[in-house]
Every structure is written in C-alpha cells, then in structure tokens.
Nanobody
Framework: QVQLVESGGGLVQPGGSLRLSCVAS????????MCWYRQVPGNQRELVAY????????RYADSVKGRLTISRDNAKNTVYLQMNRLKPEDTAVYYC???????WGQGTQVTVSS
C-alpha cells in the first residue's frame, strides 16, 4: 500500500503561480511513472502531466504546456507540479497518481480567481 499526500494548493490570482507537492509513503516510487490529474466537479478527471521514473521524459496536456512543469525528487519520494501563469480554467482539485497503479492522493484545491 502506498499513501500519497498532495499539498500546496490555494487561491491565486490569474497569472500567478503555485507549486504542488505529492509526498509518498509506504512504497518507494523511484521505479514508477507518476502523473498529475485534475478534476472539476461534474467533469471527468483530466490527465495534465506525466513523468517517467528517472524524470527524463515528461508529457503534458495541451492546455497546460508551457505553464505547468512536472518534476520529481526520488530521494525525497516526492513529485512536484510547478504551475505558472495560471488561468481561471486551471481551477480544479489536483490529484497525484502512480501511473500504473490505482493509487491516488486526497487532492489539493487550486482556485484561480481575481
């Protein structure tokens, strides 16, 4: 069993920045690809970012390319999502996930509003 805990969400104005963190316990994640998803109530959960185990390859949804950056620090068993130039449409609950496994964090709320 792995536990994932997201943090770093909050209220930010359009154009602002946030850095989300996902800390894992119970299992080392260095061999796993990791993902960030987001979900607005009533909508499907959307994959926004993906990173390979070593961090050598990343992939992003078109809507966030150039603004969001996924990274990881395997020594800290942590995955990050740096969010810059945020837009109101980025408002959602953001979830961390082990790519190949059905392990999710509890989510952290990001609200982008003036």
């Amino acid at each position: 069993q792995v536990q994932l805990v997201e943090s770093g969400g909050g209220l930010v104005q359009p154009g602002g920045s946030l850095r989300l963190s996902c800390v894992a316990s119970g299992r080392t994640l260095s061999s796993y690809s990791m993902c960030w998803y987001r979900q607005v109530p009533g909508n499907q959960r959307e994959l926004v970012a993906y990173i390979t185990p070593s961090g050598d390859t990343t992939r992003y949804a078109d809507s966030v390319k150039g603004r969001l950056t996924i990274s990881r620090d395997n020594a800290k068993n942590t995955v990050y999502l740096q969010m810059n130039r945020l837009k109101p449409e980025d408002t959602a609950v953001y979830y961390c996930k082990v790519s190949a496994l059905d392990y999710w964090g509890q989510g952290t709320q990001v609200t982008v509003s003036s």
